[in-house]
């Protein structure tokens, strides 16, 4: 009987040090919250946060920040590409139109050989060129090294893109959202751009973020439930 009641006395203690993994099924995904934001700012469209995001879809969305009309959200061309600035972009592909606006802005520049590799996928260190460019910010970077160094320099004194990834990872569309979201709370470089093409361009002038200059929102919590495109429930915007 002694040895039976030591037995389960030691198996009691054993059992405080084993850790029992516990699984839920709300585990949250990397930028989840964000990707919510940005469509319902209606700037993507069913994007899923765990997804593998591609070049392409990334400078759209991108445009969409910056420009206002700048094509469709996910494929289903409002506009066409006028010019056929990358060798292995056609004029008819689904993002030609936003891509290029991008090189025109000098927001891109493809590889030497001429090409976007547009279905490609995207690092971080890419993707923040991408956005330091977009937001003006191109010659603060290239001052102090270019790419990537000094793109990841100008990142950092705008305190934008503070992602737990590598240089190098490949981005997720969550990533990629949480990028996004900073990249509209950042004041961008007062930058006129010239498309020649016949769209709203990003204000220059003041010193608001582009979510107040473009989405008429100022201030918000959380996720948003409303600006001046769509809403779900009520919530102040600015005019």
Do not use: H
């Not at 050989?113 to 910010?137: C, R």
């Not at 001046?228 to 102040?236: I, L, P």
């Amino acid at each position: 009987m002694k040895k039976v009641l030591s037995l389960i006395l030691l198996l009691t203690v054993l059992m405080q040090f084993i850790s029992v993994p516990v699984y839920s099924a709300d585990v949250a995904i990397v930028g989840e919250n964000e990707v919510e934001f940005i469509r319902k700012l209606d700037i993507v469209g069913n994007w899923e946060a765990s997804d593998i995001i591609t070049r392409a879809e990334f400078i759209n969305a991108v445009m969409r920040c910056i420009i206002k009309d700048s094509g469709s959200k996910d494929g289903g061309m409002t506009a066409t590409a006028q010019n056929n600035v990358f060798e292995d972009v056609p004029l008819d592909y689904w993002a030609a139109y936003n891509i290029e606006l991008a090189k025109a802005a000098d927001i891109i520049s493809g590889s030497e050989v001429g090409k976007f590799d547009p279905d490609g996928f995207l690092s971080y260190q890419a993707a923040l060129k991408i956005i330091i460019n977009a937001l003006g910010y191109k010659p603060l970077a290239e001052k102090n090294g270019g790419f990537p160094i000094g793109y990841i320099y100008a990142a950092n004194e705008i305190k934008l893109g503070f992602l737990s990834v590598s240089n190098n990872d490949i981005l997720t569309k969550g990533e990629a959202a949480i990028l996004i979201k900073d990249m509209l709370e950042t004041v961008p470089m007062k930058k006129e751009y010239n498309f020649n093409v016949n769209v709203s361009t990003m204000p220059n002038q003041g010193d608001d973020t582009l979510l107040n200059k473009m989405f008429s929102v100022r201030s918000f919590v959380g996720v948003v439930t409303a600006n001046k495109y769509s809403s779900t429930e009520s919530v102040a915007t600015q005019d």
